[in-house]
């Protein structure tokens, strides 16, 4: 026979179990109404990291580092002199082309003195092929005599062109023309290869990953370092069922994996129009057999709305971040 203490506490628990599941059911009701109504407003992913301009430096000409400036992780400004490199042979090169240059300007004093002899010649080898034209009509001299003044009067017509072509002229139509052109043009490269040897920074920004020190010999082109600019965006892959609501222009609010419990303010600025896939170096085919339908990810650029007050919050290229677009 049960004992009614016994029935009491049954009732009793097996009210408690009831009260407990209708509040987990209700809980569950409105947990699932808010992620419903949540995700019909906004579109989130973790698939989203800070992103920067990244410029590569490299010296355009190569030489022995004679200076350097500036040390991993310094902030550095647009027009700063990074580096230097040893000058001395870019000064010799630039003083021969100067040398080159004035030597062409000097030698057209000579070149005019060729030009006057030469015309008094073609004057005295016009003079004789008339005589010995005239002579010839008399019969006093052979054809041979008048072939040879004919080409006498030939050679120098031609050695003629060849003066007036070596005189620089006001019409920049010459050979002479052409020449100072060319050398003018190896002068200049000079100076600016010697200007290449100070090292300029291109950009304000951050120095990263520097590898010069004094002393090391560097090739054109070769990396020294990388420069993250200031410039920071976020880009954010969402999956392709995911931006059909997106524009330009929506709201965004986007939490920083390294300040959970500060909110940034954004919105979208661009939407790529080519997934993430499409648009690698080796995109998929998917012309084959075993096809298998995967999900795409489309990058979506998303910039700050606000100023982000840099002694506070240090965000920085490659940090995970989780946007939040208002899509209704």
Known sequence: MTNPEENKTLDKNKKSKEIIIIFAVIIAIITGSIYYINSMNYQTTDDAYVESDLIQIAPKVSGQIKEIYIKDNQKIKEGDLIAKIDDADYKIKLAQAQAMYEKALFSQKVAKAKLDAINTEIKLAKKDLDRYTNLYKAGAVSQQTLDNAKIKYDNTKAKLLSAEESILSNTDNKVADAELRVLKAQRDQAALNLEYTNII??????????????????????????????????????????????????????KVDAYPKKKFKGKIESIQMASGAKASLFPPENAVGSFVKIVQRIPVKIVFNEEINKDEYNIIAGMSVEPKVRVK
């Open 201 to 254: 920074a291109p950009n304000s920004g951050t120095v990263t990953n520097k590898n010069i020190e004094k002393g090391k010999y560097v090739q054109t082109g070769q990396p020294i370092f990388m420069l993250v600019t200031d410039n920071i965006w976020i880009e954010a892959n969402f999956k392709e069922s995911q931006v059909g609501l997106m524009k330009i222009g929506q709201e965004v609010e986007i």
